[in-house]
């Protein structure tokens, strides 16, 4: 899990912030490390599970419970299927077993992030009824420029 997804997770870095492959790789590596301390889950709270499809691995989910509100939630950290096995309604399916699962945990929030350029997993959630509840907005300046464009 860790090499792959720290490769995944510094590529949608640098295509969301449009930051160099260095500095994506930092970023990437100091979340794993916070998550992952030593490579290792260090938490009864966090949770990573393959996904499979009739016995055939298709995908990976990394989710944890924060218990940095009143109430305890459910994060996810990571949702992929494998591209050869994407459209065939297996995200919904995942994330309906995580919903499931989370609610047998006695939680009933669950809340995760996805990077604007995603607009495949951005309709997902909306269709599984996730609501946006903030968004963060960049815009690179150049000297000379227009203040309206």
């Known amino acids: 899990y860790f090499p792959v997804a720290l490769d995944r997770l510094t590529n949608e870095l640098g295509k969301a912030r449009g930051t160099s492959s260095k500095e994506s790789r930092e970023i990437a590596e100091h979340s794993f490390h916070t998550l992952f301390p030593n490579r290792k889950v260090r938490s009864k ?3 990573v599970f393959t996904v499979l499809s009739e016995d055939i ?8 419970i ?14 992929e299927i494998y591209s050869k096995f994407q459209s065939k309604g297996l995200g919904s399916q995942t994330m309906a077993s995580l919903e499931e699962e989370v609610l047998r945990l006695g939680i009933s929030l669950v809340g995760l992030n996805v990077f604007g350029h995603n607009h495949h997993a951005i309709e997902l959630y909306k269709k599984l009824k996730y609501k946006p509840t903030s968004i963060t907005m960049f815009k690179t300046l150049s000297q000379g420029q227009n203040e309206n464009t």
């Open 45 to 47: 709270d966090q949770f």
């Open 57 to 64: 691995s298709v995908g990976l989910l990394h989710f944890g």
């Open 66 to 79: 924060r218990r940095d509100r009143q109430e305890p939630y459910a994060f996810v950290w990571d949702l």
